[in-house]
């Protein structure tokens, strides 16, 4: 993107970062603080696979306690049993299934233990598009879209004001998918600043191979008697004249709000408009504010 750097209405580039940072703490703070989606899975719910790490604490026999890899196949090796088969179970089925092997071994008659994850490695996110550490990110057992987007440093200036979400139709995915088809019924469309307003219903649940699309945001362009001229993203939907000339900073002491055009390509002609500051723009126009008569 050429000319100056893209600024908030009304916010200063020097704060932005740090604007961004609060927008998403409050954010991920209260959606935390909301009760779970139905949809949303629960952490013992969640399907552990090759690569997970697992943490079993005995209350019978401290040595029994430790930290157990999953192997490729599925399973890991615990104390006295030997092989235990972790691969597709949840976490409360594979505690089930060292206990029963346990008593089925006669080493203790009512085993006392938990399991739990402590590294989510089978599963995973992708995150792409405008955000500051694109990659793929390990799923945990209930990460929403706030929460990925945070890994991966969040959205950059550049950033559309939307997220796609492109729901993998089978796990084990081992590349991002992007959208093909708007309205297919895998794709989710996700309006990030209605979630920044706290909408928490839009704070969508993730699953194992999931890609997260940030598209860039669509330009305009503003000069003219304004104040810093120059290529600006459209950030949002229904941005007004009034809005995109408080992006390049206002209007000058010899601009005129009353003469104002937008030079916009309609089916291939470019034709110029007399506007009203309340009137929409669209992505690819042109502003120009003349200066006054007097």
């Not at 306690?65 to 594979?94: H, N």
């Not at 706030?146 to 004001?161: D, I, K, Q, W, Y």
């Amino acid at each position: 993107m050429h000319g100056r750097p893209v600024q908030w209405a009304g916010v200063a580039s020097g704060a932005r970062p740090i604007l961004i940072a609060l927008v998403w703490l409050v954010v991920a703070v209260s959606a935390a603080a909301q009760p779970p989606a139905p949809a949303a899975p629960l952490v013992n719910d969640y399907t552990v696979g090759p690569q997970d790490v697992l943490t079993i604490t005995s209350y019978d026999q401290a040595d029994l306690s430790g930290r157990f890899s999953v192997e490729a196949d599925g399973t890991f090796t615990y104390p006295l049993v030997g092989r235990v088969k972790a691969g597709g179970l949840t976490l409360r089925q594979v505690e089930a299934q060292v206990k029963k092997q346990l008593q089925d071994g006669n080493f203790l008659n009512n085993p006392q233990l938990s399991v739990a994850i402590e590294q989510y490695k089978s599963q995973k996110v992708f995150v792409v598009g405008e955000v500051r550490s694109p990659g793929m990110y390990p799923l945990s057992g209930d990460m929403k879209l706030v929460e990925a987007l945070a890994r991966a440093g969040s959205t950059l200036p550049s950033a559309g004001g939307e997220a796609i979400i492109v729901h993998a139709l089978t796990p084990g995915v081992s590349a991002p998918t992007l959208p093909t088809q708007d309205d297919a019924p895998n794709v989710q469309r996700v309006d990030l600043h209605e979630l920044q307003r706290g909408v928490f219903s839009l704070n969508a649940a993730l699953r194992d191979g999931d890609t997260i699309f940030v598209p860039r945001a669509e330009s305009i362009y503003v000069f003219g008697q304004v104040k810093n001229p120059g290529v600006y993203a459209l950030q949002q939907k229904n941005t007004t004249v009034l809005q995109a000339l408080s992006l390049a900073g206002g209007v000058t002491e010899r601009g005129s709000t009353t003469r104002v055009q937008i030079i916009r390509v309609v089916s291939g002609e470019k034709k110029e408009l007399n506007v009203k500051l309340t009137e929409a723009v669209l992505p690819g126009d042109t502003i120009v504010v003349r200066e006054r008569f007097f």
